[in-house]
């Protein structure tokens, strides 16, 4: 069982940074895929970034590539989101979760999920 508490999201403006923290329960978090999702409003929920539990593949949505980087710390339970560059379509609510499977970009292979944090960009 794996409890999931996102933080760090707020108000900034385009070309901004911020970054969003997932703070894990559990004694098994290291052994799990992580992963970022986001969901705009009226919008299906899309994968934004995930990495393997040693942190040695990390794999990025298209749509962030080159400006999001994902980093874990599993001594402290806790996987990162760094955005930067941030666009007014980056507004989101955006959600950390873990899965079982390595390399999987498939919401449906997320057993646990946070409650998610907003995320707002002005122009």
């Known amino acids: 069982q794996v409890q999931l508490v996102e933080s760090g999201g707020g108000l900034v403006q385009a070309g901004g940074s911020l970054r969003l923290s997932c703070a894990a329960s559990g004694r098994t978090f290291g052994s799990y895929t992580m992963g970022w999702f986001r969901q705009a409003p009226g919008k299906e929920r899309e994968y934004v970034s995930r990495?393997?539990?040693?942190?040695?593949?990390?794999h990025y949505a298209d749509s962030v590539k080159g400006r999001f980087t994902i980093s874990r710390d599993n001594a402290k339970n806790t996987v990162y989101l760094q955005m930067n560059s941030l666009k007014p379509e980056d507004t989101a609510v955006y959600f950390c979760?873990?899965?079982?499977?390595?390399?999987?970009?498939?919401?449906?292979?997320?057993?646990?999920w946070g409650q998610g944090t907003q995320v707002t960009v002005s122009s």
């Open positions: 979760a873990a899965s079982r499977s390595a390399y999987t970009s498939d919401r449906l292979d997320y057993g646990y």
């Open positions: 990495i393997t539990w040693n942190g040695a593949s990390k």
